[in-house]
């Protein structure tokens, strides 16, 4: 099995992007931004040819759907208003990317490319589809694009073990598909003889944060749901250290009926291990009663062996655990925590819940957005757009945070999930050679699915700062409800909205996905306050500044394959960042150093709990608060 170390290392690039030309340009690009009035985004969006040139869409075929061929039909950026307004026949899905209310012109877009160019982003982007050893401190391929890839693909011309490489990947995939329809159909039964229908999955991370979200995004879609029906089937997803989760997560459930997933790339998360160990005793508690096996050891076994997968690629510590080597699924080197539901972390859990039919289509829509991403020209590149603009939003405009805007409720968990890998992937202070950056890499993700969001945090996003965010919108959407026909009588609307407006659920809520960008961009003036006799002690208090960026995304449905899309998207705008800033975006050390700290509170707690020793070794605030806790109920 290939590990991602077959001396595939290259050197870190040494070019910082603040020692080229086109940085310095792009400086004062913002400059003029942020002072010219005239450059304002109600100006700017006035100029419709400069509107039609700030968009890209991304075509895919019903046949690419289907496997049936290996090209997508990506539109290039220029754009006539055609392609945008043709009525879809339904044969074909598309996602439009509209950046016109980003603080950008053509000839912004131009200066970026030429710092894209300059920093060698082509390069990068081919040495991780060629699987070369792209996360530098760690001498490691960054290859989750290949888990997407279907069987049969050349990966073989990329990588001198492409074929071991895939021939790897769709084993366990085959293994997972096998494993999972086995258990849908009952034919492999808990310790008890009763069918499996609860499935809680350990893990903390990319392990939980991944197919929490991919789950939460498919409970609505009518396929999915059908499949998911089918045995009322549970599942749920356990990462905090705190026994809460655990307990929440498990006390409504049968352990006679219950599947624990571990997953682990190391098998040795200490939060995952913690939540291990009381499924472990959770499932003896209850179970251990029922058996007939008068050996508690033998029991003990008898119930991982049935009760207890495994997701790692540790898989000897796995089996030291006792887990059936049947049961443990591997992950490799070169997938990354935070990228792995494309994997057996996410593909088991949620192909035993949904099937392995639905799970197949995600990695289908993943696999179209690595062909976009990876061969379309830059001005079209939907991905590569969007950490241009990330780029530009962070480092020349200023704009440190960013919001995440999803106009669907089954997309909840999304921006929490962009927020991880983001954050955790570029939150950088030194270059992939290690030299110190002179900016701050990175930006602050946040978000909530609309129109939730507009009751929250909006009214920071209208009049107070200003944060650069992404609208994300569907054609149709995932209900089946039907709207009753509103009618209104003298005292107005029956719903709460426009009396004389009739229209269905979902355009409703669009409706406020295509209002809020422009509500952001044009704001409201004082003019336009005094036209509109405003009394004049509240004028100010309701002057919107607008000239608020932001982008809009609008695809055809959320099923699956868009799901599998817009996951893909996004973490490729995470790596295009990464490559212009010039730094390692697939590591993470950040995440370490408060868990060795935690390693010494943990002793010490311990020290004190069992043999009343006194706090020692700590900083006088972090001891003031540790007397504190340790006094409490002694």
Not at 376 to 391: T, Y
Not at 526 to 537: G, K, M, R
Not at 585 to 606: C, P, W
Request: glycine content about 8%.
């Amino acid at each position: 099995m290939f590990d991602g170390n077959d001396s595939r290392n290259i050197t870190p690039p040494l070019l910082k992007c603040t020692d080229v030309p086109q940085f310095t340009a792009l400086q004062f690009a913002a400059s003029t931004f942020r002072n010219d009035p005239k450059l304002h985004l109600r100006h700017l969006l006035s100029d419709s040819n400069r509107c039609l040139s700030l968009m890209a869409v991304h075509v895919t075929t019903q046949e690419f759907e289907q496997g049936q061929n290996t090209t997508v039909d990506t539109t290039t950026p220029v754009l006539l208003p055609g392609p945008l307004r043709t009525k879809s026949s339904g044969a074909q899905r598309r996602i439009i990317l509209d950046f016109s209310r980003q603080h950008v012109t053509g000839e912004t877009m131009e200066l970026l490319f030429d710092l894209a160019d300059r920093m060698g982003l082509t390069e990068r982007m081919n040495e991780m589809r060629s699987g070369y050893n792209i996360n530098f401190t760690e001498r490691t391929a960054v290859m989750h694009h290949v888990l997407r890839m279907p069987r049969g693909y050349d990966f073989q011309s990329r990588h001198p073990r492409g074929n071991t490489i895939l021939g790897d990947v769709h084993s366990v995939l085959e293994r997972i598909e096998k494993f999972a329809e086995e258990r849908r159909r009952g034919n492999i039964r808990g310790c008890t003889g009763k069918e499996i229908k609860n499935i809680v999955c350990i893990g903390i991370g990319g392990s939980f944060a991944g197919p929490q979200a991919v789950y939460e995004a498919l409970r609505g879609d009518a396929f999915a749901a059908e499949a998911a029906a089918k045995g009322e089937r549970t599942i749920r997803f356990v990462a905090n250290v705190d026994p809460v989760d655990f307990d929440l997560n498990t006390k409504d459930l049968s352990p006679e009926e219950t599947l624990i997933i571990v997953t682990s790339k190391s098998f040795n998360t200490p939060e995952t291990l913690q939540n291990t160990s009381m499924a472990r005793k959770w499932l003896m508690k209850h179970l251990c009663a029922q058996s007939d096996v008068d050996n508690e050891d033998l029991r003990d076994l008898q119930i991982i062996t049935k009760h207890f997968c495994a997701v790692t690629l540790d898989v000897n510590a796995a089996e030291s655990f006792g887990i059936h080597k049947d049961n443990i699924f591997p992950m490799w080197d070169w997938v990354g925590g935070r990228f792995s539901v494309w994997s057996a972390a996410g593909m088991l859990p949620l192909s035993l819940h949904f099937s392995f039919d639905v799970m197949k289509s995600f990695l289908a829509g993943g696999h179209d957005i690595d062909e976009h991403f990876f061969d379309a020209p830059l001005g079209g590149n939907i991905p590569v757009l969007l950490g241009l603009l990330g780029v530009w939003n962070s480092t020349f405009m200023g704009y440190h945070t960013r919001a995440l805007l999803p106009y669907s409720h089954a997309l909840r968990k999304f921006p929490s999930l962009v927020q991880k890998f983001d954050m955790e992937s570029n939150g950088k202070r030194v270059t992939a050679a290690g030299m110190p950056l002179s900016f701050q890499a990175g930006e602050i993700d946040f978000g909530e699915a609309g129109s939730n969001g507009q009751h929250s945090f909006y009214q920071l996003l209208h009049q107070g700062r200003t944060v650069p965010a992404d609208f994300i919108g569907f054609m149709e959407s995932q209900s089946s409800i039907v709207d009753e026909e509103y009618t209104t009588n003298d005292t107005g609307s029956l719903d709460g909205w426009d009396g004389e407006v009739n229209i269905s659920g979902h355009d409703k809520l669009m409706s406020n996905f295509f209002a809020q960008p422009d509500a952001l961009a044009y704001g409201k003036s004082l003019s336009d306050l005094v036209q509109e006799d405003v009394p004049e002690n509240l004028r100010q208090h309701k002057v919107f500044p607008g000239n608020r960026p932001s982008s809009s995304i609008l695809m055809t449905k959320l099923d699956a394959f868009a799901v599998g899309q817009l996951l893909a998207i996004y973490e490729h705008r995470t790596a295009v960042q990464g490559f212009i800033w010039g730094i390692n975006s697939f590591d993470q050390f950040g995440t370490e150093i408060g868990k060795v700290l935690a390693k010494g509170v943990r002793a010490q707690l311990n020290a004190s709990r069992r043999r009343g020793a006194s706090v020692q070794g700590f900083n006088s605030s972090s001891g003031f608060l540790l007397e504190a806790y340790l006094s409490h109920r002694r």
